[in-house]
């Protein structure tokens, strides 16, 4: 079984602050784990993703996230937000044949 | 490269109507699933299919059917619409070598379906 939290709805965050979204994770097997980005009207686009690889993984657009296995967590972060980064992020978690999403966190920039 | 298109973008039907929804994937793909998205919700797993077969199904009720063909489209039909049917319905499609998936999905743009 696998499942995701993502803790906050909703985060906002003003131009050039830094973005941490929150996600937790739980797999009972080792789990591959993703992050996406969903643009309004459009589907979901892959940023970035773990593989059991290096830990502190690297994404488009400047996010990166790291994986910590004793917190079962994979936040999200970017140093400086832009306005083009206002969109909806999704946290899944693989490993098994079907991805399992997360609720979603809204990514509000202020000028 | 084309990604994964879906048609129609936009429906409306009334309740007890049929739909159906068809999806391409990106070529060289054998895997398609289909995830339903209500507003303010994270994606929801409906079906996988691989190589025409069904890989896994979600939690939704048997009015949901879907199918692959041999050149690796997708179809998903939804029989006696229910109002809260209507949502985004999500195509992605994977690799899927070996009948593993490194779960990394690549989307379409959905169909968005209001059932009125």
């Known amino acids: 079984a696998q499942s995701v939290t993502q803790l906050g709805s909703h985060v906002s965050v003003s131009e050039g602050a830094l973005v941490l979204l929150r996600c937790n994770y739980s797999?009972?097997?080792?789990?591959?784990l993703f992050w996406y980005v969903q643009y309004p009207n459009q589907g979901l686009q892959l940023l970035l993703k773990?593989?059991?690889?290096?830990?502190l993984v690297k994404g488009i657009n400047g996010f990166e996230a790291e994986f910590k296995k004793s917190e079962t967590s994979f936040h999200l972060t970017k140093p400086s937000a832009h306005m083009s980064d206002a969109a909806e992020y999704f946290c899944a978690v693989g490993g098994s044949y079907i991805p399992t999403f997360g609720r979603g966190t809204s990514l509000i920039v202020h000028p | 490269d084309a990604g994964v298109t879906q048609s129609p973008t936009h429906l409306i039907k009334t309740r007890g109507q049929q739909v159906t929804l068809r999806c391409s994937p990106i070529?060289?793909?054998?895997?398609v699933s289909w995830y339903q998205q209500v507003l303010g919700q994270g994606p929801q797993f409906i079906f996988q299919?691989?190589?025409?077969?069904?890989?896994g199904r979600g939690n939704f009720p048997d009015r949901f059917s879907a199918r692959q063909f041999p050149n690796y489209s997708s179809e998903l039909n939804v029989n006696a619409l229910l109002l809260g049917d209507s949502a985004l319905y999500l195509c992605?499609?994977?690799?899927?070598?070996?009948?593993?998936?490194?779960?990394?999905?690549?989307f379409g743009e959905g169909s968005r379906l209001t059932v009125l």
């Open positions: 992605a499609s994977s690799l899927a070598s070996g009948g593993s998936n490194t779960g990394e999905l690549f």
């Open positions: 797999s009972s097997v080792p789990p591959y």
């Open positions: 070529s060289g793909h054998k895997s």
């Open positions: 299919y691989y190589e025409k077969e069904e890989r």
């Open positions: 773990y593989t059991s690889a290096a830990t």
